[in-house]
């Protein structure tokens, strides 16, 4: 059975910062510490677990009253392709809905675009690089 839900203990926060790190910094060769910043207080977080297993992370939080914002999105590599990302932005559109939000933002890297374009998101403008990473602001009306 998959879920989307929260982490609930210490072990499933454990791992799920190690995925965010694992996955989205390590390959840049960013230090552990760089998954991590200061909304992750007031954000909403969610796994996709199956069988016990952690395959997907994401967080969502609010920039304003009326829009939110996706970071730290990752799949575990040999789960990729299976519909876990997809869980996870359904799950974030939801809970956006549920405060009343108007639009979803988020920087996509270069890579997973389309992605976020078979999702409903589009480019709005060419973003930052993280270290040689191109990102693109992408938004989604709701």
Same mark, same amino acid.
């Given at each position: 059975?998959?879920?989307?839900?929260?982490?609930?203990?210490?072990?499933?926060?454990?791992?799920?910062?190690?995925?965010?790190?694992?996955?989205?910094?390590?390959?840049?060769?960013?230090?552990?510490?760089?998954?991590?910043?200061?909304?992750?207080?007031?954000?909403?977080?969610?796994?996709?677990?199956?069988?016990?297993?952690?395959?997907?992370?994401?967080?969502?939080?609010?920039?304003?009253?009326?829009?939110?914002?996706?970071?730290?999105m990752?799949?575990?590599?040999?789960?990729?392709?299976?519909?876990?990302?997809?869980?996870?932005?359904?799950e974030?559109?939801?809970?956006?809905?549920?405060?009343?939000?108007?639009?979803?933002?988020?920087?996509?890297?270069?890579?997973?675009?389309?992605?976020?374009?078979k999702?409903?998101?589009?480019? /709005?403008?060419?973003?930052?690089?993280?270290?040689?990473?191109?990102?693109?602001?992408?938004?989604?009306? /709701?």
């Amino acid at each position: 059975m998959i879920e989307v839900r929260e982490p609930s203990n210490q072990e499933e926060w454990d791992m799920y910062y190690k995925i965010r790190w694992e996955i989205l910094r390590k390959p840049l060769g960013l230090k552990q510490g760089t998954e991590r910043d200061e909304l992750d207080q007031v954000a909403n977080h969610r796994i996709v677990e199956k069988q016990k297993n952690i395959l997907a992370v994401g967080r969502l939080h609010f920039n304003s009253n009326n829009t939110a914002q996706i970071r730290y999105m990752a799949v575990i590599q040999n789960s990729q392709r299976n519909g876990y990302g997809k869980l996870l932005i359904h799950e974030f559109v939801k809970i956006a809905k549920q405060n009343n939000i108007s639009k979803i933002v988020l920087y996509s890297r270069d890579s997973v675009i389309r992605f976020y374009e078979k999702l409903g998101f589009n480019i /709005i403008a060419r973003a930052h690089k993280l270290k040689s990473v191109q990102h693109f602001l992408m938004q989604k009306n /709701i």
